[in-house]
Nanobody, 127 residues
Framework: QVQLVESGGGLVQAGDSLRLSCAASGGTFSSYSMGWFRQAPGKERDFVAAIFGSGGSIYYADGVKGRFTISRDNAKSKVYLQMNNLKPEDTAVYYC????????????????????WGQGTQVTVSS
């Protein structure tokens, strides 16, 4: 099973940018679809973005479209989440996730689709 380690979180002001990274080990990275989810205090873990193994298909949650960009570097076994124009409501712990599955936006937006999870990285956006 693949192991995932996130990094790049921090405290920023509204309007700033952050780039999260997720390093994978223990599997054939290109065979995994990768996702980013986030969990705010007292709330469920919500879908943010997903990308297929080839990078050919990408999905976003409506609230981050146009501000966040998911990408991957299969040679480095890493997936990234570039977050621009951050808002206080983006404050959450951000988790990287992996699965061998692929499918529709509905499928990839479900927590149950993903088998492996990182420990999370905190993103705090002040107003």
């Amino acid at each position: 099973q693949v192991q995932l380690v996130e990094s790049g979180g921090g405290l920023v002001q509204a309007g700033d940018s952050l780039r999260l990274s997720c390093a994978a080990s223990g599997g054939t990275f290109s065979s995994y679809s990768m996702g980013w989810f986030r969990q705010a205090p007292g709330k469920e873990r919500d879908f943010v973005a997903a990308i297929f193994g080839s990078g050919g298909s990408i999905y976003y949650a409506d609230g981050v479209k146009g501000r966040f960009t998911i990408s991957r570097d299969n040679a480095k076994s890493k997936v990234y989440l570039q977050m621009n124009n951050l808002k206080p409501e983006d404050t959450a712990v951000y988790y990287c996730a992996a699965t061998h599955r692929w499918g529709t936006r509905s499928t990839m937006g479900s927590r149950e689709t993903f088998d492996s999870w990182g420990q999370g990285t905190q993103v705090t956006v002040s107003s």
